[in-house]
């Protein structure tokens, strides 16, 4: 083998090597690439990843501090409606009571009246004998009116006429400017079985008040019956 062909076997070598060094050159570029974009897409989609945790986070806490804000608004709005409503229905029982102390200024018509109240509460309390408690100042109107009612009271129960003791204890006077923060009562009786354990007030100050009540339930209908009565212990002084 001449020198001519050593030097083209060499050439041939050189340039398998050379061949082999640029194919294994692009693998690794090739792969090289392949693993950056693999990465570069996993860091972007982790970053996507955080950035959306992060708008749920505050999109949670803005939703919240909107609820905060609803519920602290709605409670102002129904303080306000309360407290107007409590305005409206103090200014109501003011005039109230002022109309009532009109009601036992007649002298005939207060009278009818509290026979009308003895009748109804011994309706109600259906007892053979009770005690009656009226405020001094109408002890007269009730002893005038004591048999009619007894007699009206005996017809519509078909019982014989109870036996109603007036008792010497007496209701509160009607309220004054110079009695104002003492115990009041507007007119009325108030009835009790004879061993105190059932009492019936039936003065005008319970009537209107549980009258008042009940006409501020948001169901009540005018069509039911109201019986403004309370039934209470009467605890002797």
Sequence with gaps: ????DVSKQIQQMVRFIRQEAEEKANEISVSAEEEFNIEKLQLVEAEKKKIRQEYERKDKQVQVRKKIEYSMQLNASRIKVLQAQDDLVNSMKEVGSK?????????N???????D????????????SVLLRCRKEDVDFVESVLDSAKEEYAQKATVHPPEI????????P???????????CSGGVVLASRDGKIVLENTLDARSASGFLVSLLPNHSKELPIQPLMVLKWVSP
């Design 174 to 184: 009607a309220p004054s400017h110079a009695n104002e923060h003492d115990l009041f």
């Design 99 to 107: 109309e009532l102390l009109n009601v036992s200024q007649n002298g």
């Design 165 to 172: 003791i007036v008792d010497s204890v007496y209701l509160p």
């Design 109 to 115: 018509s207060y009278k009818h009246l509290l026979k």
């Design 1 to 4: 083998m001449n020198d001519a």
């Design 117 to 128: 109240l003895i009748v109804q509460s011994l309706l109600r309390l259906k007892e053979p």
